[in-house]
């Protein structure tokens, strides 16, 4: 009975370390599934509600949730690529006008600085000039080596390598919505009875958490949109609202935010020498940056079953073991065990 045990542990080590190899080599290159495949679980809430609500069938519901969410991509594309070409014309355009002034912005930066400095030692003083014209060559050389035409060449390249995930993971996700209910009940199939309606519970769990999360997403950037529209139109009236829009779409999509359009503006517009307005544009990203660190726990802890403390603690660990993705997985993972805790799948009872 003995050597059996060992037999049959030594056959699941090697099953688990032969899934462990191949999900190395495999997991990266599946990664436009891996996305189509998330989605499908987040959409598929509101297939069956489709189904419930208007007794549209399985395939109609399916056709116009990917129809819904084609044309949601689409539209926020469409803003967005749109306000980058024009904003990158207008910098083509204006190039030679903003070397010439950020040109003449070092110099009197430099001037200023041996002013400063023209009481000191000649020693001192030449350590200085010789360390302003050293930074000044150290972020020229490191624009320059960011803005090469080689690394162009191969985003270039890359275009045609990208769209085709992009395809494969539309293409995958319309399937795994027409498949999810046969891979449920494929899953389901393998497991005991008693087993299965824990997972279910468990899955029915997840499926309220994220949703909530999304709804929380959705309020928090409703605040920040309002927040940046109140902001812009004493900072840029003139694109105030189509800026208020940009930052909103932004915004929406978890990790990025709405820093990710301030900060390069507010840098662009100090550098060509908008120093007033480049101000205001950092002190309202500081602000919305706030705003989204200060009510997201408190909005998302009520919209997911957590309480603020707990969802603010999944949040940091998160970040600190995971990067900017632990301000999801963080709050997912506590969700998950809470879940599995409350269906019977993790039996947690220590007493000290």
């Excluded at 469409?78 to 306000?83: A, G, Q, S």
């Excluded at 023209?118 to 014209?133: F, G, T």
């Excluded at 005991?192 to 468990?202: G, I, L």
């Excluded at 820093?259 to 950092?282: C, H, K, R, Y």
């Amino acid at each position: 009975m003995k050597r059996i045990f060992t037999k049959q542990r030594i056959i699941t080590l090697a099953v688990l370390a032969l899934i462990a190899i191949l999900c190395y080599y495999i997991l990266p290159v599946s990664i436009p599934l891996i996305a189509a495949l998330a989605t499908s679980l987040l959409l598929a809430p509101l297939v069956t509600l489709l189904q419930i609500k208007f007794s549209f069938n399985q395939k109609l519901s399916v056709m116009l949730v990917f129809l819904l969410f084609i044309s949601c991509i689409g539209i926020s594309g469409f803003i967005v690529t749109t306000k980058v070409i024009t904003e990158a014309a207008q910098i083509i355009e204006k190039a030679p006008q903003y070397v010439q002034e950020i040109n003449r912005e070092w110099k009197i930066i430099e001037q200023d600085i041996i002013d400063a400095s023209e009481n000191l030692p000649k020693a001192i003083k030449e350590a200085v000039s010789n360390q302003v014209q050293t930074s000044f060559d150290y972020i020229t050389n490191e624009l320059g080596s960011l803005l090469t035409i080689e690394k162009a060449t191969n985003f270039v390249k890359a275009i045609p390598s990208y769209m085709v995930s992009f395809v494969v993971y539309l293409i995958a996700l319309f399937l795994f919505l027409i498949d999810l209910p046969k891979l449920k009940a494929g899953m389901y199939s393998l497991l005991k009875d008693q087993t299965a309606d824990k997972v279910r519970y468990m899955n029915k769990r997840l499926s309220n958490v994220v949703f909530g999360f999304l709804k929380a997403q959705f309020l928090v950037s409703i605040i920040i949109f309002i927040a940046a529209l109140i902001g812009l139109i004493f900072i840029k009236p003139e694109i105030a609202l189509v800026m208020a829009l940009v930052i909103w779409i932004i915004d929406l999509i978890p990790i990025i935010g709405s820093i990710v359009v301030l900060a390069p503006w507010s840098v662009f517009d100090m550098i060509t020498g908008n120093t007033e307005s480049g101000t205001q544009l950092a002190i309202l990203a500081l602000i919305l940056l706030v705003i989204r660190r200060t009510v997201e726990p408190k909005v998302m802890g009520n919209h997911i079953g957590l309480s603020p403390l707990a969802t603010l603690i999944a949040m940091y660990i998160g970040l600190k073991l995971f990067g900017l993705l632990g301000f999801i997985i963080g709050p997912l993972i506590l969700i998950a065990f809470t879940a599995a805790k409350e269906a019977g799948l993790i039996q947690w009872n220590v007493k000290i």
